[in-house]
């Protein structure tokens, strides 16, 4: 007679009062195991443990054969609890939004490598949630969120500065702390993307336009330049661009 496990995962975390120690959850089968999730997130799932419960097999990245127990668990990482921590992380999106759950804490709920486990986890994670709206842009006090999986993120060119300020003027920039980033590129398999100067141009351009639509650009072609004599435009006028950077009405163009 077999004893049959069912493919199931889920995951919670404490909203209020918050543990003290910001990544001190634990993986459950039934009662909470000796593993740590790596996460603020305390897990369930229908492992194979051995007798002792003191050993969770899973495959080494470079096993070519596992074992059925380390397959089924690699499985059950990848699949249940990844799509369990995805709905946990959207739920939490609104939290942080509603200021019922701190940023930092939510940061806390992705896992971050650590031994096999973890960085399995880690992975998986990113790879359930990464298509969905989990990605902070955070103007002054509030948060709002972008879809996946590719936002633009803060570049290293440009100081954090200014691009907060881009971000007061609505550009959608996201920024994550590094163990977090280093699990998001894992798990996309390329490098983030990053805020490139095209963008940044089409977006000041647009955004300039928007706030003053009866300016021109300064550099007017000479077909279109004012015949001699005529009266020239005061520097607030549609004829150029000479405004104080005060006057912008752009955080950004005000930044120095």
Not at 96 to 102: I, K, Q, S
Not at 114 to 123: C, K, M, T
Not at 186 to 194: C, D, K, S, V, W
Not at 209 to 229: F, M, N, V
Request: net charge negative; charged share 25%.
């Amino acid at each position: 007679h077999g004893v049959a496990l069912l493919p199931h995962g889920a995951a919670a975390v404490r909203v209020s009062p918050v543990e003290i120690e910001p990544r001190g959850g634990r993986i459950c089968c039934g009662p909470p195991t000796p593993f740590k999730s790596g996460s603020c997130a305390w897990l369930q799932g229908s492992f194979a443990l051995l007798s002792s419960r003191k050993a969770l097999p899973l495959p080494e990245e470079d096993e070519e054969q596992p074992s059925l127990d380390k397959r089924w668990n690699k499985m059950l990482l990848d699949g249940p609890v990844a799509w369990s921590m995805r709905g946990l992380v959207q739920h939490c999106t609104a939290l942080v939004t509603e200021g019922d759950f701190p940023l930092e804490r939510f940061f806390a709920l992705f896992p971050v490598r650590g031994e096999r486990l973890q960085s399995i986890l880690a992975i998986g994670t990113w790879k359930a949630a990464m298509n969905q709206a989990v990605f902070p842009v955070v103007r002054g006090s509030k948060v709002t969120w972008v879809q996946g999986p590719t936002p633009t993120f803060f570049c290293d060119e440009l100081t954090d500065h200014l691009q907060d300020a881009l971000v007061r003027d609505g550009m959608n920039l996201v920024r994550l702390p590094d163990p977090i980033m280093v699990e998001y590129e894992a798990a996309l398999g390329r490098p983030r993307e990053i805020l490139k100067a095209e963008e940044l141009c089409d977006f000041l351009r647009e955004k300039f336009q928007s706030l003053h639509p009866g300016a021109r650009a300064a550099h007017e072609p000479e077909s279109t330049a004012k015949p001699e004599g005529a009266e020239a435009p005061d520097k607030h006028s549609e004829g150029g661009l000479e405004l104080d950077p005060q006057d912008t009405k752009m955080a950004s163009l005000a930044t120095r």
